[in-house]
């Protein structure tokens, strides 16, 4: 947390086609109980989320990624949806920006797909680590330790499987950002 005040700064990072609840919901979990949340995104004005078969909603960029600086945040929350991670990884700043969480020892939380991104960012050999079944066998290759749980935490890092699992993953967020949870 920033030292020179109580608010926990937390960078949301997503990209078109991001499963639209698994933002939402943390993110309001995080403003409801005192933190700064920015959406970083490589969009430039608006993001467009997933509801889980079809498009969600348009959702304000507070920060391009082009002009996040991760050394201004907290923590870092990565939700899922194969579309918007899919275009993240492939983004060389994107991935710069995730390693530098890692590198700095902030915590970072990400659910679904979102540890894919992890995979790019060099950050998952031997982390505990859960995600979307899908991408079991991505995060193994990469040399991480898969669990089936709905919430795992390695080292600051919180991963769950999916959107089911939003409460533990909220939960579980909310401590390793050092953050009660008020109902």
Not at 93 to 105: D, G, Q
Not at 125 to 147: C, V, Y
């Amino acid at each position: 947390m920033d030292s020179t005040s109580n608010v926990i700064k937390v960078a949301i990072l997503v990209a078109d086609g991001f499963e639209q609840v698994e933002m939402t919901c943390p993110r309001e979990a995080l403003d409801k109980n005192g933190a700064t949340t920015h959406i970083i995104s490589p969009n430039k004005d608006s993001v467009k989320g997933w509801n889980h078969v079809d498009w969600g909603g348009t959702h304000k960029v507070d920060v391009p990624l082009d002009n996040a600086r991760a050394d201004y945040y907290d923590a870092l929350v990565i939700p899922g949806g194969v579309m918007g991670v899919d275009a993240l990884r492939t983004n060389t700043k994107a991935i710069e920006f995730v390693r530098s969480f890692f590198m700095n020892h902030k915590p970072v939380a990400a659910i679904c797909h979102g540890p894919q991104i992890l995979i790019d960012a060099d950050v998952v050999l031997g982390r505990t680590l859960t995600s979307n079944a899908a991408i079991k066998n991505d995060l193994e290759n990469a040399g991480a330790i898969w669990t089936d749980n709905n919430v795992t935490t390695d080292n600051s890092l919180v991963t769950s499987r999916k959107t089911d699992d939003l409460p533990a993953f909220i939960n579980q967020m909310m401590k390793e950002f050092n953050m009660e949870l008020h109902q």
